[in-house]
């Protein structure tokens, strides 16, 4: 029963381009998300992240929105860059004060010069 | 500051072998975890420690063994290697300090089990 599902396996955006990338969550309970970034041959890396208080957060050029009623959140690149090519994982604690986080399947973005 | 890292990077076993993979970082962590990530499938939760002594079970437990004698290191076991055990195996460690707190994650363990 997977609770946080990245439903785009792959994602190609243009260079300067803006890139959306989806997360659902069937958890009402859930009350903080995270967005973690790999490269190939490496671990992944925190990205950016939002509590359930929120609809947005931004970081440079990396923005995310929280949709409670929707169980929706979505992370906007921009502008996009070649370096921005990476797997993008969705990620949330399994429940408040949790440390045991649950990932969706991850979209993989590449980013076309 | 090398953060969390792992040996071996790769590894190939005979099914029936055993073998533990190591995992440690120096950033004075109480939690650590493991994960496993398998092609078109997120990461999932193997066990997790929230100190020296204490480890619990995530969600694919079975045929893993984890030990924490030590806050630094967390070393995960195969007791008798599997071909669905064959999988990249990540390690993560963060503070305990109510929540929210990011999860540093080492460069992984590539295992093959034949």
């Known amino acids: 029963d997977q609770q946080v599902k990245q439903n785009s396996p792959s994602l190609s955006v243009q260079e300067g381009r803006i890139s959306i990338l989806n997360c659902d969550y069937t958890?009402?309970?859930?009350?903080?998300f995270l967005w973690y970034k790999k490269y190939p041959a490496e671990g992944p890396t925190f990205l950016i992240s939002?509590?359930?208080?929120?609809d947005k957060n931004e970081d440079g050029r990396f923005t995310v929105f929280l949709n409670k009623s929707a169980k929706h959140l979505s992370l906007h690149i921009v502008p996009s860059q070649p370096g921005d090519s990476a797997v993008y994982f969705c990620?949330?604690?399994?429940?408040?004060?949790?440390?045991?986080?649950?990932f969706g399947k991850g979209t993989k973005l590449s980013v076309i010069p | 500051n090398a953060g969390v890292t792992q040996t071996p990077k790769f590894q190939v076993l005979k099914t029936g072998q055993s073998m533990t993979l190591q995992c440690a970082q120096d950033?004075?962590?109480?939690?650590m975890s493991w994960y496993r990530q398998d092609p078109g499938m997120g990461l999932r939760l193997i066990h997790y420690?929230?100190?020296?002594?204490?480890?619990d079970q995530g969600e694919v437990p079975n045929g893993y063994n984890v030990s924490r004698s030590t806050t630094e290191d967390f070393p995960l076991r195969l007791l008798s290697a599997a071909p669905s055990q064959t999988s990249v195996y990540f390690c993560?460690?963060?503070?305990?300090?109510?929540?929210?707190?990011?999860?540093?994650f080492g460069p992984g363990t590539r295992l093959l089990v034949l």
């Open positions: 958890n009402s309970m859930f009350d903080y």
């Open positions: 990620a949330a604690p399994r429940g408040a004060g949790s440390y045991q986080l649950t």
């Open positions: 950033m004075n962590h109480e939690y």
């Open positions: 939002i509590s359930s208080i929120k």
């Open positions: 993560a460690s963060s503070l305990l300090a109510g929540g929210q707190e990011t999860q540093y």
């Open positions: 420690s929230v100190g020296a002594g204490i480890t």
